[in-house]
Structures are given as structure tokens and as C-alpha cells.
């Protein structure tokens, strides 16, 4: 049985779909940022069946973990400090998402310009976006990770 340590300080990203730790690891920019990170994937779950985990020793700030509900909006954020878990949080789908989700649409302006590319939740039971140049509909990352 692989058995990573316990975190004195730090965030464990829980409930990760099977696949999806390298996409959260990406968007967080965490290969630039001066902590350590222990990814575990395929892990075994009782209520998943499998998962992938992210643990990042020390702290995120200035990072919005809220913003994880577009990539995978099952997935648990705990808050870490002294060992002991202070906070939990389950992202749920942002309203507008910028530099997320990507237009397909090559007509779009984000297309030719360097503009962000940026969507509005247009249905929160399906997860579906909107860009909001063009009206471009996207669903939420999750499915894809």
C-alpha cells in the first residue's frame, strides 16, 4: 500500500476525477510555485471506485481554489494546518470562467485576437457555458479530464 505523509501545512485536492491531477496541476501553475506536491493517481475509493489526489505542502495564496468547480466540480478541497483538517470545501461551477474553458469557435475573436477567453454558466445543471463573444457553448471540464 502506498502511503504519502501527512501535511502540517497545506491543501489536499481530493475526489479528482481518474486522470484529471495533471490538468488541476497545470492550471494551478504549481510547477513555478515554490512548494512541494505529491500527486497520487488512480488511486483505490470506496466511493469512487478510483481517483487521482493532489497534495501541496504550504500555502496558495492569492490562488482561487473556487474557480477548481470548472474543471472538476466533485472534487473536495481540504485546508490543511497542523496536521489537522480546518476547512473543506466543494467547489461548486463559477459563474464566469477566464482562460479556462477555450472557444472552438475559429470564428470567434479569441480566436484571432489575444483576448481571454471568457464564459458565462448558462446552465448549471449541465454544466453548460457560453462564450461571451460569440455564444460558443462549452460544458465544464470535468468530463474531459
Given at each position: ?128 457555458y457560453r462564450c461571451v463573444y460569440c455564444e460558443q457553448s462549452s460544458k465544464a471540464i470535468a468530463g474531459d479530464l
Amino acid at each position: 500500500m502506498l502511503n504519502i505523509g501527512v501535511l502540517e501545512q497545506g491543501i489536499v485536492i481530493d475526489h479528482i476525477q481518474v486522470g484529471g491531477a495533471m490538468k488541476i496541476y497545470k492550471y494551478l501553475d504549481l510547477e513555478n510555485l515554490d512548494v512541494s506536491v505529491a500527486i497520487i493517481k488512480n488511486a483505490r475509493s470506496n466511493k469512487m471506485g478510483r481517483k487521482d489526489i493532489i497534495k501541496i505542502e504550504g500555502t496558495l495564496d492569492g490562488i482561487n481554489l473556487d474557480i477548481l468547480g470548472a474543471l472538476d466540480h466533485k472534487i473536495t478541497i481540504n485546508i490543511i494546518e497542523n496536521g489537522v483538517i480546518v476547512e473543506k470545501k466543494h467547489p461548486t461551477l463559477p459563474d464566469f470562467v477566464e482562460n479556462v474553458l477555450k472557444c472552438k469557435n475559429p470564428r470567434c475573436i479569441t480566436s484571432v485576437e489575444n483576448v481571454p477567453h471568457t464564459f458565462k454558466l448558462t446552465d448549471r445543471e449541465k454544466g453548460v457555458y457560453r462564450c461571451v463573444y460569440c455564444e460558443q457553448s462549452s460544458k465544464a471540464i470535468a468530463g474531459d479530464l
